[in-house]
């Protein structure tokens, strides 16, 4: 149950678009798409908001987008907002029928 | 609305027992999978453990597995967590989500309560 792979920290300017990675392996991003991204404010609980690879919950802005390639998912933010930073977390469904999640990416808005 | 409401959490002794519970509101308790994730101070989410919508099966990261139990009692629409043999690296916020029906995204989460292992 090793963490899912992603950058420590991704910044970018006001109005940019960013790409986050979460590297997993065959037993879990490459093979299911259970893949879900959640963002946490200081203090706060997460938030999901991506889900199944590239769905969005009710409410959540279509800023956010999802993909999967191999055994490598990415959540993108276009026109990246002060309110976007955050901590982002991405998740998925195992062989083993088990979770996992990946280390956590800072996003800071220059 | 949905809500979560952990309760429980506090300084145990470094071998000791604590219960978590998680009380929901706000939709059918008994049609949803649970899960119970935590965040060590400073640092990432972990996911612990998963209960069906029936209470079996159960699902536990190794890191817990063998000294911590899921469980749920629908009827009180409460999930619990018992942690056992407690270790200092079990301090964390501990989080209860609700997934998402019948998928494997949590939806839904608490506001979390601070386990705190010292001695």
């Known amino acids: 149950q090793s963490a899912l792979t992603q950058p420590a920290s991704v910044s970018g300017s006001p109005g940019q678009s960013i790409t986050i990675s979460c590297t997993g392996t065959?037993?879990?991003?490459?093979?299911?798409?259970?893949v879900s991204w959640y963002q946490q404010h200081p203090g706060k609980a997460p938030k999901l908001i991506i889900y199944?690879?590239?769905n969005r919950p009710s409410g959540v802005s279509n800023r956010f987008s999802g993909s999967k390639s191999g055994n490598t998912a990415s959540l993108t933010i276009s026109g990246l907002q002060a309110e976007d930073e955050a901590d982002y977390y991405c998740?998925?469904?195992?062989?083993?029928?088990?979770?996992?999640f990946g280390t956590g990416t800072r996003v800071t808005v220059l | 609305e949905v809500q979560l409401l952990e309760s429980g959490g506090g300084l145990v002794q470094p071998g000791g027992s604590l219960r978590l519970s998680c009380a929901g509101s706000g939709f059918t308790f008994s049609s949803y999978a649970m899960n119970w994730v935590r965040q060590a101070p400073g640092k990432g989410l972990e996911w612990v453990s998963t209960i069906s919508d029936s209470g079996d099966p159960t699902y536990y990261a190794d890191s817990v597995k063998g000294r911590f139990a899921i469980s749920r009692d629908n009827s009180k629409n409460t999930l619990y967590l018992q942690m056992n043999s407690l270790r200092a690296e079990d301090t964390a916020v501990y989080y209860c989500?609700?997934?998402?029906?019948?998928?494997?995204?949590?939806?839904?989460w608490g506001q979390g309560t601070l386990v705190t292992v010292s001695s």
């Open positions: 989500a609700k997934d998402r029906y019948n998928d494997y995204a949590a939806d839904s």
């Open positions: 199944d690879v590239s």
């Open positions: 998740n998925s469904y195992t062989s083993s029928s088990t979770r996992v």
């Open positions: 065959s037993s879990d991003v490459g093979t299911y798409n259970y």
